[in-house]
């Protein structure tokens, strides 16, 4: 049973431009979460994807978007970054309504 | 809108202490709690996992306790050892088709030899 994956481990932009960090999903596992996670905090929930739509949002504007593919691995995309968005950002799967699996994270650091 | 908080946020004790971390929530209507491990810059590590039906589970020397009623978890780890320090996050969800978690902001713990 492969777990779950991200890419690229760390990434390094500069404000303004616009990143797209990857998933792939623990086999077997239909949904797929972002969080973000500032130094020092719990992380945050970004948005969730259940069978390639989405299944809820939090508190994030719409530059955060994503997508989620038949195979259920996903993509998170950031326009527009600004230094804020520099955080680990995680990618859980699970079945719906079961407990989450993560993956190692993405560092993002934005200058 | 559910708030998680974990006390203390920080902890150090000598190898072999047996210890509790708790967690509490406001919203006592929760799906799932989840109790995670985190070491420095890495992801999260599932400990325990708490569903709708159940009050306790137990892993080795690990033992979650839910009391939903009055919105508080509290995690049981014996006979401490170093490589136990991490940080210890608990989260809660919210619904059954919907597995949004609200995570606390963690538990440091430092475990001494």
């Known amino acids: 049973e492969t777990g779950v994956t991200q890419s690229p481990t760390h990434l390094i932009k500069t404000r303004g431009q616009q990143v797209t960090l990857r998933c792939s999903s623990q086999s077997g596992h239909n949904t797929v979460s972002w969080y973000q996670q500032a130094l020092g905090q719990g992380p945050q929930f970004i948005f969730q994807?259940?069978?390639?739509?989405?299944?809820g949002r939090g508190n994030f504007p719409p530059r955060f978007s994503g997508l989620q593919f038949p195979n259920y691995s996903s993509e998170l995309n950031v326009n527009a970054l600004e230094l804020d968005d520099s955080a680990l950002y995680l990618c859980a799967s699970s079945l719906v309504s079961e407990g989450q699996f993560f993956g190692p994270g993405t560092r993002l650091t934005v200058l | 809108k559910q708030e998680v908080t974990q006390i203390p946020a920080a902890l150090s004790v000598p190898e072999g202490e047996n210890l509790v971390l708790n967690c509490s929530f406001t919203d006592s209507a929760i799906y799932n709690l989840q109790w995670f491990r985190q070491d420095p810059g890495k992801g999260l590590t599932s400990l325990l996992l708490?569903?709708?039906?159940?009050r306790e589970q137990t892993s080795g020397r690990l033992n979650a306790s839910l009391d939903k009623s009055s919105g508080r978890s509290t995690l049981y780890i014996a006979a401490s050892q170093p490589g136990d320090s991490a940080t210890y996050l608990c989260?809660?969800?919210?619904?059954?088709?919907?597995?949004?978690?609200?995570f606390g902001s963690g538990t440091k713990l430092n475990v001494k030899p």
């Open positions: 708490i569903q709708s039906s159940q």
């Open positions: 994807y259940y069978r390639e739509e989405e299944n």
């Open positions: 989260a809660v969800s919210r619904g059954s088709n919907f597995n949004k978690f609200y």
